[in-house]
């Protein structure tokens, strides 16, 4: 037995030596430092570049690996057009590999990027599954493929025109260096893709890759269904296989001599454990024997642990944090050719139960019928999808596509079963944008597993569909006919084979406004171009952003390259949109969707859209947008990610209930007294060094601005507190004239902030101060503190001058400084210099009149500064050094410190191809509830749920249903006196407040019927002033 997956030389994924964190900064929150280095050292070959292929090799360089190799030996065609982004018209019948490389290598300048036509990969004479085909002789596919089956292809429609007598269902694979996989060419590789390959040749290169150690996925689309494969082996060992932060909580008590002892966070604040956790100790006080040993846990509530037994380790005194620690796992998964009669199922629809094994047979059959006519079943083809279920018949027969508990008689297929096997073979030749991003983005996800030894990988077999989108709905009714998807030689012949020209002329036509130009929104105008929405006469796109373009937007904003830099989002991504699709109409807005902007996008500019793409991360603007499109009528489709997890939302007029944004609990900001004196929690550390950030560099040189300027005086100045003042007098009294300067102050407020203040708070509260109870003061959740002196030679020291120096440096037109080994030098010199001169500072400032000019920039808070993130993080460092407080992991750390959402391009590949496909029904005005899908998944779990939405809740007055979506519509002229008196007499009931939005809306309640939180809208379609 050659080497498996767990086995092989782990020399060739150590980490690489530097990562370019301004670049991939959002998914190191995601990934973690060590798995990114993985990833920086990864090989991936993927083959088939049409939709699935391009859209897996785009997520997987955006990602970072160190080389992608594209294999495909086949030309570019028209139906390749509606799902594959880097192909033109010019490009057809090139090779599509050789047509997209370059536009992928542009992708990321640190991942090389190259084709198989290269010499480098071809290896004469090599092993290919054509050669292995013939070695074995005279054994037929079907047995080499699935085992002990006989089966014969007799049911080929012998009518049909052009049809081949021969039974034979040989794969043929060509034998020119462009096309054949050789032993060879995958032993180079850490992962390999296939996409549109034959299943022989999947069975064939698994088993190389198997022996190989390499880990192996399939990833196909066919027309409205997906399917996904993973192999990494029989022990692939992840060490972390969980997406959840590291916990570490501080310890206010544990009981003393218990047989199970319990462990006791502090009050609002959570552990974040799960029965079964481990977790470690430090900085305990009285029960020294449990810093540094490992206890498994058991949860009692979000505050309390069970610990096992304290018996014989004394009285907690005090103090402590506890950690926990993540215990690796090994997955074991088997070969491709051992899964085809029993496979193992990831479920997805929680609304199509036994869907996943269904389409498992759909799938065999579509090789078994390729391998036998050479070409899947025409689109909406009666008898080849009559031929089509005699091989899933027969398959059925020999115990394939069917669950164990199905009971006798389980092998045949019922009614439903027939329909959706019989849709499948008429769809199955075309594509949908919406579906290849889906399974590109779950592929893609899985490939960073393999490569990164990061989350937990899928077991084994991924399969989805959105049959429901094609236009008979899930009723089977009105099926597309022949004539409707008959090429006319564009770009949407491969849609149009799938859902008909009449759905895609409706896309065509439609009118969308998407929301939000981020790695989101560029996914959604990929699909959008994709689809042709907007392309028509009287179609549109409007796209709305008022973000400029940063460098760590790259790594997952896909339409975005580094010369963009600093350029408007919107106009960019229009830009490319049109690149991908020249025939769309898209207005870019450099606007932000909120109230601020709402004179422009008004009610009747929502009444005028087909529909709305929330894809914007502010719960606020979200609120906003559910607002206006509840007035205007519009459908809503709101999509997110947060790291590895997603969502979407479909919202319908009167048909589904209204988006609320959950309301998470953002948290009350601790007392300042917490912040100041008793932090305990890494979040306290954090919102004491961004509370830091503000003051100092945003709101003194505000107010000194002010004051300089002669608009606050120096009695409004003091208002804002002692320290405030004593900021704004060093601004005026004290301004640098040199970085050297610069390093000096940021000296000093190290040295107060990190020592001074700190001896001032053990003078006030000693370390063994004993409260009237006999109590220590210092125990339970207080951490008594320890004073920090500034030390030259301490890296983060030096970290937090850096920053801080330079900080200063912007506010007063000082030129930065870059190089840190000279802010060392500087540091070093004048580290004695650096006692804080108070009495100075407590001197009468002069008045402004008395002051030489001086020009302020004040800061705003950016979560792209790098220079503010540095400071923010060293002084959360700096500040739980002085509580005992470990920080936790540096990215987790930069994260929280920045307020950054982390993100990764695979959630938002998947969370646009799911939005896209509800657009298909939106189109289709679908009336049917169950027709449509919300949906939440977690990439790094491999979890899925996909549920239909709930209907609008039905409401009572006056006898009267209605729901939240309801209006009244008033036409002609009145008064509002004579508005107010017809609710009055009219309806029963009394207006209250009136909001003026050109169309007047007028939010009221019925004192008598209800209590004032329920509100009705009243849109008056007047001109009456």
């Not at 996409?195 to 190389?208: F, I, K, R, Y």
């Not at 409205?224 to 990494?232: A, E, G, N, P, Y």
């Not at 096997?421 to 199955?428: D, G, K, M």
């Not at 003051?695 to 300089?708: G, H, K, M, Q, V």
């Amino acid at each position: 037995m050659g080497a498996s997956v767990e086995e092989r030389d782990e020399s060739k994924e150590v980490g690489c030596d530097e990562l370019d964190e301004s670049l991939y900064s959002r998914q190191l929150f995601v990934y973690g430092d060590v798995a990114s280095r993985k990833l920086a050292t990864a090989s991936v070959l993927i083959c088939g570049l049409g939709g699935v292929g391009v859209e897996v090799a785009k997520n997987v360089i955006l990602t970072g690996v160190r080389e992608v190799v594209l294999h495909d030996p086949e030309p570019a065609t028209w139906g390749d057009l509606a799902t594959q982004f880097y192909l033109t018209e010019a490009d057809l019948g090139k090779n599509r590999a050789l047509a997209c490389v370059g536009r992928l290598a542009q992708l990321n300048p640190n991942v090389t990027v190259n084709t198989t036509n290269d010499p480098h990969y071809f290896t004469p004479g090599a092993t290919t599954a054509a050669a292995a085909k013939k070695e074995e002789g005279a054994t037929s596919t079907s047995e080499r493929v699935y085992g002990n089956t006989n089966y014969n292809a007799s049911t080929k429609d012998e009518n049909e025109e052009g049809s081949n007598s021969s039974t034979t269902d040989t794969i043929i694979i060509r034998d020119s260096h462009q096309s054949a996989l050789t032993t060879e060419l995958l032993k180079k590789f850490t992962v390999v893709v296939l996409t549109e390959s034959a299943l022989e040749e999947q069975v064939w290169v698994d088993s190389e890759c198997r022996r190989l150690g390499v880990r192996f996925i399939v990833a196909n689309a066919k027309g409205l269904c997906c399917q996904v494969f993973c192999d990494f082996g029989n022990r692939f060992y992840v060490a972390d296989p969980s997406d959840r932060e590291v916990a570490s909580f501080p310890i206010m008590d544990i009981t003393s001599e218990a047989e199970e002892g319990v462990l006791t966070v502090p009050p609002k604040t959570f552990h974040g454990l799960q029965d079964g956790d481990h977790i470690t100790f430090s900085g305990i006080r009285g029960m020294m024997a449990l810093n540094g040993t490992t206890r498994q846990v058991k949860v009692l509530d979000g505050q309390r642990l069970m610990i096992g037994s304290t018996v014989n380790l004394g009285e907690y005194m005090g103090g402590g944090t506890g950690h926990e620690v993540r215990q690796g796992r090994t997955f074991s998964h088997q070969p491709l050719s051992c899964t085809m009669s029993h496979p193992c199922i990831v479920p997805l629809d929680f609304n199509k139960p036994g869907r996943g094994i269904l389409l498992h047979l759909a799938f065999l059959a579509l090789h078994h019928y390729i391998a036998i006519h050479g070409a899947p079943p025409r689109p909406w083809h009666r008898n080849d999808a009559d031929n089509f279920l005699s091989l899933c018949h027969q398959l059925r027969q020999e115990g394939f596509g069917w669950e164990e508990n199905e009971g006798e008689g389980g092998s045949e297929l019922g009614v439903e079963q027939m329909l959706l096997l019989q849709l499948f073979s008429y769809t199955a030749s075309g594509a949908v944008a919406g579906i290849v991003s889906v399974v590109g983005g779950v592929a893609a996800g899985e490939v960073v597993k393999a490569c990164a030894r990061r989350f937990s990988p899928l077991t084994q077999f991924l399969y989805f569909d959105a049959l429901e989108c094609l236009p008979q709905g899930s009723s089977g009714k009105d099926q597309v006919l022949d004539v409707d998807t008959v090429p006319r030689r564009n770009r949407y012949d491969g849609m149009a084979s799938v859902i008909g020209w009449g759905v895609v002329e409706e896309l065509l036509e439609m009118r969308v406004m998407v929301v939000g130009a981020g790695a989101v929104g560029c996914e959604l105008m990929k699909c959008l171009a994709l689809y042709g929405v907007g392309a028509g006469e009287g179609g549109s796109v409007t796209l709305i952003d008022h973000d400029l373009i940063e460098r760590s937007n790259l790594s997952r904003q896909f339409l975005f390259r580094s010369w963009h830099v600093r350029r408007h989002k919107a106009e960019v991504a229009a830009e490319a949109a049109r690149a991908i699709n020249f025939e769309m109409h898209i207005v870019p807005l450099r606007l932000q969707a909120g109230t601020n902007s709402s004179h422009i996008l008004d009610t009747s500019f929502y009444e005028h859209q087909h529909t709305v793409f929330a894809a914007v991360d502010s719960a606020e603007a979200r609120r906003h947008l559910d607002s206006r499109c509840r007035v205007a009528g519009v459908p809503l489709i709101e999509s997110g990610t947060h790291g590895t997890r997603g969502n979407t939302t479909v919202v319908v007029p009167h048909l589904t209930e209204l988006y609320t944004s959950l309301q998470v609990a953002s948290g009350t900001s601790a007392l300042a007294c917490t912040l100041r004196n008793f932090p305990t929690t890494v979040e306290h550390l954090i919102q004491w060094a961004q509370n830091l950030l503000f003051e100092e560099f945003c709101l003194i040189p505000t107010l000194a601005s002010r004051y300089l300027s002669g608009t606050l005086t120096l009695t409004q100045l003091q208002l804002e507190g002692p320290t405030v003042v004593e900021g704004v007098r060093t601004i005026l009294m004290k301004a640098p004239h040199s970085f050297e300067e610069c390093v000096m102050w940021a000296a000093q407020r190290l040295t107060y902030h990190h020592n001074t203040d700190i001896l001032d708070l053990l003078h006030h509260f000693p370390p063994d101060l004993t409260l009237q109870d006999g109590h220590h003061f210092w125990s339970g959740a207080r951490r008594c503190p320890c004073p920090t002196p500034l030390d030259p030679n301490s890296p983060l020291h030096l970290k937090y001058v850096h920053a801080t120096a330079n900080l200063r440096a912007k506010v007063f037109g000082i030129p930065l400084e870059q190089d840190i080994g000279r802010t060392r030098t500087l540091l070093t010199r004048e580290a004695g210099q650096a006692a804080e001169d108070r009495e100075e500072n407590m001197k009468e400032l002069p008045s402004f009149s008395a002051l030489p000019s001086l020009f302020l920039t004040f800061l705003t808070l950016d979560k792209d500064d790098s220079l503010q993130l540095d400071y923010v993080v060293a002084g959360a460092q700096l500040r739980g050094a002085n509580f005992h407080i470990p920080p936790g992991d540096l990215f987790s750390l930069r994260s929280a410190a920045g307020r950054i959402t982390p993100a990764v391009v695979t959630s938002s590949a998947v969370v646009a191809g799911l939005a896209c496909l509800e657009l298909l029904k939106v189109a289709q005005h679908y009336s049917c509830l169950e027709d449509y899908r919300n949906a939440e998944f977690n990439l790094a779990l491999a979890r899925y749920c996909l549920t239909s939405p709930e209907p609008p809740p039905v409401k009572m007055y006056n006898g009267i249903e209605w729901t939240d979506w309801d209006k009244f519509e008033i036409e002609g002229d009145m008064t509002l006196c004579d508005l107010i008196d017809f609710f009055r007499l009219q309806h029963n009931l009394q207006l209250t407040m009136k909001k003026d939005d050109k169309k007047y809306v007028v939010e009221y309640y019925s004192k008598k019927l209800g209590p004032p939180e329920q509100n009705y809208c009243v849109t008056v379609k007047s001109s009456w002033q």
